[in-house]
């Protein structure tokens, strides 16, 4: 089945403590995103990667890090997670490179910072 | 640059109701337009799309037509069902840029 995981679904942790939020994808898109959902601002995006070791800032990066080793992960990392990143994260693949604009998306990682 | 602007809700229609729920957008150039839908405690998965101007996309009793001339892509269904009840994202894809709406919450009462 096609389809895009992340880990953990639900995650409360406190300020500064490191975490990371795995994304796999299993269809073999170039195309990966990160994504964060808040109230009344919708989805805005936080890095995204056209390619293996290709990864570019998206509207809120500050805060983030993430890397795209293989072509099916794509990692979020926070390396001193602070209360304002508290929100309900995405992961979203797609084959934008051939043409199709379609994303799929993960079912979402709640992230807590207290 | 590229932004899409949809109407706030939330929305609440009583079952076979008609439903509109409307998006613009700004762009330059010729950007693919689609709508998601976001179920409760899911991700978005993509409802319908359209890449050209006066394409109607359509999906589940749902329709959208890409219209370049108001720079819109209004989202309609002829009669709601609660099972229709969920979170709906305009969003368009230009330049290697990809954009959402804040998103509609959309409720439907038997």
């Known amino acids: 089945e096609a389809q895009v995981t992340q880990n953990p679904r639900y995650l409360i942790t406190v300020t500064g403590k490191k975490l990371t939020v795995t994304c796999s994808q299993n269809?073999?898109?170039?195309?990966m995103s990160w994504y964060r959902q808040d109230p009344g601002l919708g989805l805005r995006q936080i890095y995204y990667s056209m390619n293996v070791e290709v990864t570019d800032k998206g509207d809120v990066p500050e805060g983030y890090k993430v890397s795209r080793k293989e072509k099916r992960n794509f990692p979020l990392i926070l390396e001193s997670p602070s209360p304002n990143q508290t929100s309900l994260y995405f992961c979203?693949?797609?084959?934008?490179?051939?043409?199709?604009?379609?994303?799929?998306f993960g079912p979402g990682t709640r992230l807590t910072v207290t | 640059g590229n932004s899409v602007t949809q109407m706030e809700g939330p929305v609440t229609l009583s079952e076979e109701a008609f439903l509109t729920i409307n998006c613009t957008y700004t762009a330059t150039g010729y950007p693919s337009l689609f709508w998601y839908v976001q179920y409760p405690g899911e991700g978005l998965q993509l409802l319908l799309k359209?890449?050209?101007?006066?394409d109607k996309g359509s999906n589940k009793g749902f329709e959208a037509t890409y219209r370049k001339e108001t720079t819109s892509f209004h989202l309609e269904k002829g009669s709601v069902q609660v099972s229709d009840s969920a979170v709906y994202f305009c969003a368009l894809y230009n330049n290697n840029d990809m954009r959402f709406g804040a998103g509609t919450r959309l409720t439907v009462k038997p």
């Open positions: 269809m073999n898109h170039e195309y």
């Open positions: 979203a693949s797609s084959n934008f490179l051939r043409g199709s604009y379609e994303q799929y």
């Open positions: 359209a890449t050209k101007a006066d």
